[in-house]
């Protein structure tokens, strides 16, 4: 059995806090000095190791030289007391309505979990799985939690069973506690998270009626969220894999390998060539050189005297586990761009508009005066300032929101749109400068 070593990348200071958590907690049992298999402060990092990545626990014990059924009950030590601190719903939104948030989002998820046998009777009167979730096809524990504007969690629910549907869960754990705080806190959520005084999507009614601007701007608002909690996601995604580059190169650097210093992308086409043959047990410097492309500034004899050093077997294994971490992190990153770019299309302002004839899609109105002039969406838009990217447009576009303007009197309706952004933001306070007819000109 081989055994390596891993970075847990989260704060020191959480470490110490839990640690001092679980000192506290067994001088209040009473537990004699010396007589747990692990001290308060290893078992603050076997329980952090496994909230952070959520492997195996009994694997992630052997790693701490503790058994399986002890990895499992320091694991549930930990959680029932991080679980007996938590805030309850009503400190929560007392706590966010001292500090003046400007709004709230409630959203539920599935959380995963191994098989369970408990049954239930579904509406036909079929014998079903409690536990199973149609929405995300496994078991798992419906829970629900309230976040602040900044997506800061500030209270988690109660587990219902995977089969419970979201807006069930929230009407029996958060619309309740809800309802006395919506004057002073309004609540932005989903459509499946509709109730008394809980902002939710609206759709255009039929024929050419527009929506009025307060509903228009909690709709951008809403979608704006949503885009938002994806971009995050994937900047998460992205410092991983930074992380695991990193690392790869660390490893190198203990192989005595140099080969950063020889080429600008280790994990270009050339470098990944070097890093795939090293791993599948090639160590002949000249062979390795030969894999570069001839398009590199290096030299044979440049890449072949970075590529000679002491690459073990051990150095392979590492390094292949952190090449498939950062294929499946790739993988990921690509199906959030599909889908951010897909969200995008859901907040007003962003798609390609014609600023002559106003058609949206990206195309002109027969007799246009811009007939011929490419029509650009906001994140095209964006990207033509230097420095900028489509990735930072996207991020801009769901931090900010996209400006949105309607026929009719841009001037009040602009005002308008500012008093709904400054009620929904406390905080928030606008001013309108007016532009001299000389400078607009100019």
Known sequence: MLSYRVIL???????LYLARLLRERRREIGTPRGTRALSCWRQAVFAL???????????????FGISQATAYRYLAEVIDLLAARAPSLRQALEKAKEQGLAYLIPDGKIVASDRCTEKSTSRKGKQIDRWYSGKAHGFGGNIQALFAP?????????????????????REHVLPGLRSYLKDLPVLAD????GIGVHVPVKRPPGSRE???????????????????????????VQDQV???????????????????????????SGRRFLDALVAGERSPAALAALGDRRLRATRQQLASALTGR???????????????IDTINDEIARLDARIEQQLTSIPGVAPACGSCGLIGGGHSPGCASDGTPVLGL???????????????????????????????PQRQTRSRIRELERLNPGMKVTLTPIEPATAAA
């Open 379 to 409: 994140p095209e838009r964006l990207d033509e300032i230097t420095g900028v990217g489509v990735c930072n447009a996207q991020v801009l576009i769901a931090e900010l929101g996209a400006g949105y303007y309607s026929s009719g009197n």
């Open 49 to 63: 190791a496994w909230f952070r990545d959520r492997p195996d626990v009994a694997r992630l014990g052997k790693g």
């Open 243 to 269: 992380r695991h580059q990193n690392r790869v190169e660390k490893i190198l650097e203990d192989a005595l390998l140099k080969i950063s210093v020889v080429i600008s992308d280790l994990f270009g086409a």
């Open 211 to 237: 929506l009025d601007l307060n509903t228009r701007t909690r709709n951008m608002l809403l979608a704006s969220l949503r885009c938002r909690s994806l971009t995050r996601t994937r900047s998460r995604l």
């Open 9 to 15: 990348d989260v704060p020191t200071e959480l470490a």
């Open 150 to 170: 900044s997506g800061v969690p500030l209270w988690v629910s109660d587990v219902l069973p995977g089969g419970a549907h979201d807006i069930t869960a929230a």
């Open 191 to 194: 459509s499946e998270g509709a």
């Open 311 to 325: 690459f073990r077997e051990v150095h392979a294994f590492e390094i292949a586990t952190h090449l498939r971490l």
